[in-house]
Each structure stands twice: as structure tokens, then as C-alpha cells.
């Protein structure tokens, strides 16, 4: 399959919930799933006449997330490994992945033991540091930041489907993704390119999310190269392998026993979630873990989410799957030749990991650049 990458702007408010949402506030989430993608493509084709085409869309098709932005930037998942300052919002946000991953693997394989427990306090103010809470975050001049989107709130009257009349004394609230200031973007990889326009077509005719019958969720779709302001995988691994090594000097001043290389001892990469995965075991068995036959998994930050999948052949959800949430942050290492991991990381990349990869489950970032900002006090 090609990959290509969306822009998608909003002409109106954006209203992606929950499909079982049963609530009388509805507060819309920032990420398109490409789940979502996914279910305006089988609408399109449905209603132009094309329903056999619905079963073919996951040979042709394979969708991830769009993230919000500002017009023409790059916005990344943030790791759930991100830390801030508790005290001042301008301190950080850092990244804890490379260091406690490093950290743990040095007592687990070198039973190694420090001077002191790692304490890892603001370097500038030295209050303490807590999660970093963002969905999505981007680069602007060296400094990373939360991508804020604007929200439009609207009360409604409930409508009830059998009458098609208003319920009386039925209202509820919306929090919609107001269109100023922002696009979405992300990849998707089609089997050509008339695939692609196709769903171009698609996404602009019957628009995306909820209320669309109220005008919500109609956009304007294009190609975009906004890709290009990321540095290249080659690129992204060896700057991680710079930082890796940095750390690992750095980790030396603190190590009291346990006799440890100089040098790092393999290729490091990272593998961050971009949208949940829903992964298994050998055993078949679901599991939060990051399991590669050709890598040692090293150290991770995770945390479980639950997903529903979306029969297009029968318009059903499908039963609901434990999985680990987007922003998971795995760390492996490699004793492959360099070359040999990198065809690897691009393969995953393209493909995703664990299951209903097609429709946007398990897409990966793999050395996401964010995993260097690694606190300059141990550094
Ligand atoms: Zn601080």
C-alpha cells in the first residue's frame, strides 16, 4: 500500500463521542480515530450505490488517527511518559522513557545500585514534577507544547427516532471541537492513489463525527506534506542512540555496585502508541505489553484503555477490547545490524502493531522525537 497524508480542516464544529455515549453531556474527543475514517468511507460507498466495495476497504485501505494542529504543523501523540513541573507551567514538559528505561535495565541486567533513589524534581525551580496531561503536543522553536483546541458548546433538544419529534423535556449538552485555528492531519495508506481521492470525496460528502444532520462535523480535505518537518527514521534513531549513550555516561556518576559497559550495549529504539493497540501474547492471551520476536523489550509506560471495533458489513459494533492506551511508550533493544532495525521500525511503522490494525488500532511512532528531552540535571 502507498501511504499519503490528510489535512483535513473544519468548515463546522467537530463532534467526535463515543458511539454508546449515553449521557446528557457529551464532551468530544480531540483525535479523529481512524476508526472513524473508516466508517465515513463505508457510508459514502453505501450511499453511492457501491456497498459491494464495503468489504474491500481493508485490503485497500489502512487508517490511523488524525491529530489536531495548528494549520500547516506537525503535532505528535504525547508519551505518556511526559513529566512537568507541578509548580510552574512553563517548567517542561520532559520525557522519563530513555532515563528510567536505562535505569531499570541496568538493575535488572547488571544488577546494578545507586548512590540514591532516581528523584527527579524540577531543574529549574526544584518543586516537584507529575504527568504531563496532553493528548497531543508539538515542536514550536525548540520547546515542546500542548496542542490547545478551542471548544464550542451548544445545548440541544434530544430527538426521538421513532417519532422524529422532540422528547419532552430532553436536553443535552455538547463540547465540540470549534473550527478556528485548527486542522488535523495524519497518514493513511491506500492501495493507489484513486483510493485515496476516493476517500477524499468521501470524507467531504457526508462529513465526519456526530449531529452531521445538524450541520456538525463538514470538512475540507486535502494531501499535505506536512510530514516533511519530521526528520527522517535513519535520522530519529541515531539522535536516540546519542541520547541513549549520553544518559548512559551521565548514569555512571551515580552508580555505586554492579560493574556495567562504558557503552551501550545494543541499538535502543522507542516505540510510542498512537492510537490504542489491542495486544495478545504468544498465548493469544491480551496483554498491555509490547512483545517483538526480534527485539528485547527493556522498559514501558502504559496504561489500559477499552476500544470497540465497528462491523461496516452489518453497521454493529463490535464486543468491546481491552487495549493499551495511545501514548504508550515501550523501549527495546536491538542486537540486529543497525540497517536490519531500521527495515524493521519502517515495517511496523507502515503496518501497526497488535490487532485491527486497519482500522487505526496499533499505528506507531517509532523514535518519537519527544523521548530526548531528557531532564539536563542527570544529563
Ligand atoms: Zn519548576
Redesign the pocket.
Known sequence: MQQFWLEVSLKTPLLIGDRTADASYIIGREVIPGVALRGALAEFLALSGRQAEIPTIPQRYRFAPLLPAQPDRLSYPCPLSAIS????K???PWDTLILFGIWHHWQQQYNAHFVGPLMLD??????R?DRYGAAVITRKENRWEKVEVNRYAQTKVAISRARRAAYEGMLYSVSAVSPNGIAYYGPVWCANEDDFYTLCEALEAVGLGALRRRGFGIVKVSKTTVYQQDKTLQERLRDFNRMVAEVWRSLHALLESGSVDEQPDGVYFSITLASPAILANRQGLPTLKLNLDWADLVFWVTRQTQVKGWHEGWGLPKKTEQAAAAGSAYLFRSSLPQNETIKNLEEMESTGVGLMKNAGFGHVIACHPFHLEVMSCVR
Open positions: 513541573c507541578k509548580h510552574n512553563e517548567h517542561g524540577c531543574p529549574r525551580c526544584g518543586e514534577t
